[in-house]
């Protein structure tokens, strides 16, 4: 059997498929040549990240496909159902790249308390001239632990972010209608364990609570975070976008950030992704990464070996 892994796997979840007799190609197919070059080599499986988009007419136009495979978590650059009812398995990772995503929300976190976004801006620029006027500039920053983080979406992402914030002394809010109450548990070096029991608050808690906002939420008709919820917000609070463009309101984001309702924002995905608008990009206030959440050496590990073993159970 044959698996394209259009937009990468990694090389331990090649060994394990061609360990049990699949052959796999990492070729990167331009979407426009996706179909023929899937049937032209008798594709059995298609494994894709966020780049490949595998709408109907896709699906329609091969018949040898058996399974479609998303290297994360987010699959709505799927079409999941469709796939579905046409007896092809659709498989994804939701836990694997769980710790890398939190991670770098903290990483926008924590650089951007202490101006990092701007200072790593300016001091090639003026750090041999202008020392003392940059160090007045970024001598205001503030600590994280006794703030309180608030989250949009409580998944395994989520749960994650919760678990960083809770180590850093945050409290933690979090907001979702598919979970009332949660069990976080901290494991540390030495095998202790500490449980902490939270439950679900309403947006407009969250909204007012919040020193710092984190989206965890797939992609959506309407956006979560917009004019009337900057509005409702703390003056001064940090939000950052680690899930999917289109989930917030990046002209209403521009507006809060230039009026001073929003300190900062940390963004690694976009509305108009892989374009993103030049205002967001040159904006001095915002933290940007491109779309790397999920784009650690462990988390791409743990996801080739997450799909190696889902499609070796499903096609063998």
């Given at each position: 059997m044959k698996i394209l892994a259009n937009d990468g796997i990694s090389q331990n979840g090649i060994a394990e498929l061609e360990k049990s007799g699949f052959e796999v190609?990492?070729?990167?197919?331009?979407q426009e040549q996706?179909?023929?070059y899937i049937n032209e080599h008798k594709i059995d499986a298609l494994l894709v990240r966020?780049?490949?988009?595998?709408?109907k007419?896709?699906?329609?136009?091969?018949?040898?496909?058996k399974l479609i495979g998303r290297g994360g978590v987010g699959m709505d650059n799927i079409d999941v159902d469709y796939a579905k009812s046409k007896d092809i398995h659709v498989i994804n990772t939701p836990a694997a790249s769980s710790e890398s995503v939190a991670e770098l929300v903290f990483a926008h976190l924590f650089g951007g308390v202490r101006f990092l976004y701007d200072a790593n801006r300016n001091m090639p620029l003026e750090g041999d001239s202008n020392f003392k006027g940059l160090k007045k500039s970024y001598s205001k920053g503030t600590e994280l632990r006794g703030k309180t983080l608030g989250l949009f979406g409580f998944g395994n992402i989520g749960q994650a972010t919760a678990k960083l914030a809770i180590g850093a002394g945050m409290k933690v809010l979090y907001s979702d209608p598919e979970v009332e109450q949660a069990e976080i548990e901290l494991s540390f070096f030495d095998g202790q364990k500490v449980a902490f029991k939270l439950k679900n608050s309403s947006k407009t808690d969250l909204l007012k609570e919040a020193d710092y906002i984190s989206l965890h939420i797939p992609g959506q008709d309407?956006?979560?975070?917009?004019?009337?919820e900057f509005a409702q917000m703390k003056?001064?609070?940090?939000?950052?976008?680690a899930a999917r463009g289109g989930v917030l309101d990046e002209v209403a984001l521009i507006e809060a950030l230039e009026n001073g309702?929003?300190?900062?924002?940390?963004?690694?995905?976009?509305?108009?992704?892989?374009?993103?608008?030049?205002?967001?990009?040159?904006?001095?206030?915002?933290?940007?990464?491109?779309?790397?959440g999920a784009a650690t050496l462990e988390a791409q590990e743990r996801i080739g070996l997450e799909l190696a073993d889902q499609i070796i159970s499903l096609l063998k």
């Open positions: 190609l990492t070729t990167t197919v331009a996706l179909a023929n966020s780049a490949t988009k595998v709408r007419e896709l699906i329609d136009a091969c018949p040898t496909l309407d956006y979560v975070l917009s004019k009337a003056k001064g609070v940090g939000i950052v976008n309702s929003v300190a900062f924002a940390g963004l690694d995905v976009y509305e108009s992704e892989p374009t993103p608008e030049i205002k967001i990009l040159m904006h001095s206030s915002i933290s940007l990464t491109p779309h790397i």
